[in-house]
C-alpha cells in the first residue's frame, strides 16, 4: 500500500513538473524576444492574476477585523497602521 502511495506520489510530481514547464516555456521564449506579443498576451489573459489573488486573499481579512474594532481610539491606530504598510485597500 505505501508503494502505491509512494508511486502516485511520484507521478503527481511528474505531471505536475511538466505542466508548470509548458506554462513557463512560453513565457521565457517571450521574454528572449523568440515568441510574438501575441502568445504572451494571450497566455497572460489565460492565466489568472496570482498578484491581486494574493494581496485579496492578505487584505480582505484585515479589513474585515477593522470593521469590527469598538474602540475608536483603536480603530484609528488600526487604520493609520494599514495605511502605513499600504494595506487599507484592494
Do not use: C, W
Not at 507521478?11 to 521565457?28: F, K, N, Q, R
Not at 491581486?52 to 470593521?67: M, N
Not at 483603536?74 to 493609520?80: D, G, K, L, P, S
Request: hydrophobic share 45%; proline share 4%.
Amino acid at each position: 500500500m505505501k508503494r502505491l502511495f509512494l508511486i502516485g506520489l511520484v507521478v503527481e510530481v511528474i505531471v505536475g513538473g511538466l505542466l508548470l514547464l509548458m506554462l513557463l516555456s512560453p513565457i521565457s521564449q517571450a521574454q528572449s524576444g523568440d515568441s510574438t506579443d501575441n502568445t504572451t498576451s494571450a497566455l497572460m489573459e489565460f492565466l489568472p492574476d496570482i498578484r491581486k489573488i494574493y494581496r485579496t486573499a492578505l487584505v480582505l481579512p484585515l479589513q474585515e477585523v477593522e470593521q469590527e474594532i469598538q474602540d475608536p481610539e483603536i480603530a484609528e491606530f488600526y487604520h493609520r497602521l494599514l495605511q502605513k504598510y499600504d494595506l487599507g485597500e484592494l
